[in-house]
C-alpha cells in the first residue's frame, strides 16, 4: 500500500508500505476512504513530539471501509462504512469503564497518562495512523462505529477529532446561560468550540487569533467576535476593557494544537506567541478570564519550558479542565446537532489533496498558506 512516512522534521513523503495485517483477534483492518492532517500533527512535523520514529505513518483522523476482521470481531463485517475516533482504548479498564476512553490504561505501555492515538508517536503507543490507504484498528468492536447513512464522509471524518474536541472543549467550559466565552485559536478546533459555546447558551462568543483568514472564517461559521491580538499592544487589556474590566467567564485554549517555531525559541518563548510549546496563550486565558471562572485547555501541548502563571490561576479562584477528548462520547449528542442542521462540520474543509501530495499538504498547513483551514487527504486505493 501507499502511506505517508516520516522521515524526520519536515520531511514527510509517501512510500510503499506492508497493508497491515491482523496482529489480534480483536482487530480489523480498514481500506481509508478519507483522513486529514491535524493541527497536532504539526508537533510531530516540527520533530517537537518525543520518539517520533523514522518510517512511523501519521493520520489520527480517518474513515473507510472494513476490509477485514479478527476472529473475535462481532460488531462488524467487511463491508462496513466506519468512522475511527483517534482514541485507541480498550473498553473494559478502570478509565474506560467511566468513559475516560482519552485515558485507557491497557493500550499504552509508553505512558500512564495518555491512552492510545493513531499515527501519534511512540509516547501514543507507536501506533501507525490513516494517512495511508490501509490501518490496523485495535479493538475494533469498542471504537469504530458505523458511519449514519445520513452523514457524508466529510462531515464523519471531521467528527474522529476536530469536532469532537472542540465540543468536548466547550462542555469543559461549564458554560451557562449568557456566558462570555473567550476562545484563543482559530484553527479548526476553535472554531468548533466557538460554535459549540453558542449551542450550550453562550450569550456572547469572542475568538482571538493572529491569521485575518481564520478570523474571517470565525466570523462566518462561527458568528464569532473576532480579535487580531497583533493589533493591540496588550490583548488582555483589550478583553479586559470589553467585558466590564471583568474578563470573559470562560476561557477556551484551544492553542496547543499548533506546532511552530525551533526548539530556541521553545525555549526562550521569544517568539512565539499563541504557539503550541509555549504557554502565552495559556497565561493569556488565566488573565483574560474573571476571577472564579473556567478556564477549559484543549491544546495538545508539547513540551513546556516556560513558565505558567499556576498562582494567578490560583489567587483568582479558577477552575482548570482539560484532557485529551473522549471521541465516541461525544458522538451520540453531536450525531443529533449534525443531523439537525446545527453543525456541518465540513464547512471549514478548505483543501482536499491526493495521498500523493501529502508533503505539499503538510508544508501549505503548517505554513498557513493559501488560507488553508482544514485539509482532507484523499487515498488511492484500489
Known amino acids: 500500500m501507499r502511506a505517508m512516512v516520516y522521515r524526520g522534521p519536515y520531511k514527510v513523503r509517501v512510500e510503499e508500505k506492508d497493508v497491515p495485517p491482523i496482529e489480534h483477534p480483536n482487530d480489523a483492518i480498514v481500506k481509508v476512504s478519507l483522513a486529514a492532517i491535524c493541527g497536532s500533527d504539526l508537533h510531530l512535523y516540527h520533530g517537537l513530539m518525543p520518539d517520533t520514529r523514522v518510517g512511523m505513518t501519521f493520520g489520527h483522523e480517518f474513515v473507510g471501509t472494513v476490509h477485514e476482521v479478527g476472529s473475535s470481531v462481532r460488531n462488524l463485517k467487511p463491508g462496513d462504512r466506519v468512522m475511527v475516533p483517534f482514541n485507541i482504548y480498550c473498553g473494559s479498564c478502570f478509565f474506560c469503564a467511566r468513559g ?21 508517536s511512540h509516547t501514543s503507543g507507536g501506533y501507525d495512523g490513516g494517512q495511508a ?28 477529532d476536530a469536532l469532537a474536541t472542540g465540543y468536548f472543549g466547550a462542555q469543559l467550559g461549564d458554560i451557562v446561560e449568557g456566558d462570555v466565552v473567550v476562545v484563543f485559536g482559530a484553527g479548526p478546533v476553535g472554531l468548533y468550540a466557538a460554535k459549540s459555546a453558542w449551542l450550550m447558551g453562550a450569550g456572547r462568543v469572542i475568538v482571538i487569533d493572529h491569521l485575518e483568514y481564520r478570523l474571517a472564517k470565525a466570523r462566518e461559521f462561527a458568528h464569532a467576535e473576532t480579535y487580531n491580538f497583533v493589533e493591540y499592544d496588550d490583548i488582555v487589556v483589550h478583553l479586559k476593557k470589553i467585558t466590564g474590566h471583568l474578563g470573559a467567564d470562560v476561557a477556551i485554549d484551544a492553542v496547543g494544537a499548533e506546532a511552530d517555531g525551533n526548539l530556541l525559541q521553545h525555549v526562550t518563548a521569544a517568539k512565539l506567541k499563541l504557539q503550541g510549546g509555549s504557554p502565552i496563550a495559556l497565561n493569556w486565558a488565566i488573565d483574560g478570564v474573571r476571577k472564579g471562572g473556567t478556564i477549559s485547555v484543549m491544546g495538545a501541548y508539547g513540551p513546556i519550558f516556560s513558565a505558567v502563571k499556576f498562582g494567578d490561576a490560583m489567587n483568582k479562584g479558577l477552575t482548570l479542565r482539560m484532557n485529551q477528548a473522549p471521541v465516541k462520547r461525544q458522538w451520540p449528542r453531536l450525531f443529533e446537532h449534525v443531523r439537525n442542521g446545527y453543525l456541518k462540520p465540513s464547512d471549514i474543509v478548505t483543501h482536499r489533496v491526493p495521498l500523493e501530495h501529502i508533503a505539499e499538504a503538510y508544508h501549505m498547513f503548517s505554513a498557513k498558506l493559501d488560507g488553508c483551514i482544514k485539509p482532507l487527504i484523499v487515498p488511492s486505493a484500489g
Open 100 to 120: 475516560l476512553y482519552s485515558n485507557c490504561h491497557n493500550v499504552n505501555p509508553n505512558a500512564t497518562a495518555v491512552g492510545g492515538i493513531y499515527g501519534y
Open 133 to 160: 490507504e490501509y490501518v490496523r484498528v485495535p479493538f475494533a468492536d469498542v471504537g469504530p462505529a458505523p458511519i449514519p447513512d445520513w452523514m457524508a464522509e466529510e462531515d464523519a471524518v471531521l467528527l474522529t
